[in-house]
T-cell receptor
Framework: DAMVIQNPRYQVTQFGKPVTLSCSQT?????MYWYQQKSSQAPKLLFH???????NEADTPDNFQSRRPNTSFCFLDIRSPGLGDAAMYLC????????????FGDGTRLSIL | RKEVEQDPGPFNVPEGATVAFNCTYS??????FFWYRQDCRKEPKLLMS???SGNEDGRFTAQLNRASQYISLLIRDSKLSDSATYLC??????????FGAGTRLTVKP
């Protein structure tokens, strides 16, 4: 059974049109992460939530925002997608204890027209 | 220097071969280490954690060398289903995970 669920699996949007990707989890993990992964590259951390505490990576563009209304859900908002934002977006969760691995959702593949 | 560096490969090996991947990390304060496997256009999946004493899971053996700041993954008796990209992952003490770009493995009949 899927424990980290991302919707949709594939998302197509127009250049400049806001888009929201969603992630939910049934693991009750208190840490949630959003990564961007482009072809043949490592997943790049955009931000993560430690409970309700939001932690933004220094090089994450302002165009990317996130919301975590409760433990189970986390959203990635891209306010004005550019062609360079086409990528796989991965949501992950983990427990806060040191040494705990991250569990990933299936990802959302975003295309920009 | 990248935080986590891996040989991108590709490694092309025949079935039954033994293959080893290395990974180096730059931050000596790194606390936890993992190998993830990622199939084409899929999400990363945890293969195994890496412990200081080294650990084995079936055909897979992971080693950590803190002094030299590298970790390794050894795959024995390679199967066709082992074909994937193997990601080295290092965590600092704040659960901040850093990924290598991955090493691509293709096992051929």
């Amino acid at each position: 059974d899927a424990m980290v669920i991302q919707n949709p699996r594939y998302q197509v949007t127009q250049f400049g049109k806001p888009v929201t990707l969603s992630c939910s989890q049934t693991l009750n993990h208190n840490v949630m992460y959003w990564y961007q992964q482009k072809s043949s590259q490592a997943p790049k951390l955009l931000f993560h939530y430690y409970d309700k505490d939001f932690n933004n990576e220094a090089d994450t563009p302002d165009n990317f925002q996130s919301r975590r209304p409760n433990t189970s859900f986390c959203f990635l908002d891209i306010r004005s997608p550019g062609l360079g934002d086409a990528a796989m977006y991965l949501c992950a969760t983990s427990r806060q204890d040191l040494g705990q691995p991250q569990h990933f959702g299936d990802g959302t593949r975003l295309s920009i027209l | 220097r990248k935080e986590v560096e891996q040989d991108p490969g590709p490694f092309n090996v025949p079935e039954g071969a033994t293959v080893a991947f290395n990974c180096t990390y730059s931050n000596s304060a790194s606390q936890s280490f993992f190998w993830y496997r990622q199939d084409c256009r899929k999400e990363p999946k945890l293969l195994m954690s890496v412990y200081s004493s080294g650990n084995e899971d079936g055909r897979f053996t992971a080693q950590l060398n803190r002094a030299s700041q590298y970790i390794s993954l050894l795959i024995r008796d390679s199967k066709l289903s082992d074909s994937a990209t193997y990601l080295c992952v290092v965590t600092l003490n704040n659960n901040d995970m850093r990924f290598g770009a991955g090493t691509r493995l293709t096992v051929k009949p």
